[in-house]
T-cell receptor, first 114, second 117 residues
């Protein structure tokens, strides 16, 4: 079964540094999402992306965050100047865009900000 | 506002016994409802969904869920629990009228299921 692949699995970064998290979607999926899960808390929506632009974003997705699909395959989440509170698991999900189909999630990137 | 509630932080069940993990939701329009399971250090795996039709839906690994519109609930069930079912379970909703068919999922806080031998 096709999978969503995320790299790296774990990223440790100094506060204030930039990080880029990468996701390879399932090949025929057109809708892409980022979610995050702070340790012990629920999964929270960050942003959705379709046709090379943001479809929707949450309050969490402020100016320090950005997404792009630079080469038509990888879908990336960039955090420009990381803060301690950005420490979390970040999940990429992809979908066909049809409402009755589930989103498929990657295994996540654990981001630790020191 | 859309929301999902999972009232139990943890559910403990003996192997072989039936299990129920509770979920209630609040959306303004018609809901699309999902259950996902998360094993340690892994992403969320899709278990089952309710879109329309029969209120009892069957999914992976012998799980099923019952949609109850009047109670706005979508409880996850399994007739006979296995130790390997021990994991974190998330209920999620997508409001069809908010964000369209590609709208984001709203998750509950998760319920840890522990199945003892």
């Amino acid at each position: 079964e096709p999978e969503v692949t995320q790299t790296p699995s774990h990223q440790v970064t100094q506060m204030g540094q930039e990080v880029i998290l990468r996701c390879v979607p399932i090949s025929n999926h057109l809708y892409f999402y980022w979610y995050r899960q702070i340790l012990g808390q629920k999964v929270e929506f960050l942003v959705s992306f379709y046709n090379n632009e943001i479809s929707e974003k949450s309050e969490i997705f402020d100016d320090q965050f950005s997404v792009e699909r630079p080469d038509g395959s990888n879908f990336t989440l960039k955090i420009r100047s990381t803060k301690l509170e950005d420490s979390a698991m970040y999940f990429c999900a992809t979908g066909t865009g049809t409402g009755n189909q589930p989103q498929h999630f990657g295994d996540g990137t654990r981001l630790s900000i020191l | 506002a859309q929301s999902v509630a999972q009232p139990e932080d943890q559910v403990n069940v003996a192997e072989g016994n039936p299990l129920t993990v509770k979920c209630t939701y609040s959306v303004s329009g018609n809901p699309y409802l999902f259950w996902y399971v998360q094993y340690p250090n892994r992403g969320l795996q899709f278990l089952l969904k309710y879109i329309t039709g029969d209120n009892l839906v069957k999914g992976s690994y012998g799980f099923e869920a019952e949609f109850n519109k009047s109670q706005t609930s979508f409880h996850l069930k399994k007739p006979s629990a296995l130790v390997s079912d021990s994991a974190l379970y998330f209920c999620a909703v997508r409001d069809v009228n908010y964000g369209g068919s590609q709208g984001n999922l709203i998750f509950g806080k998760g319920t840890k299921l522990s199945v003892k031998p």
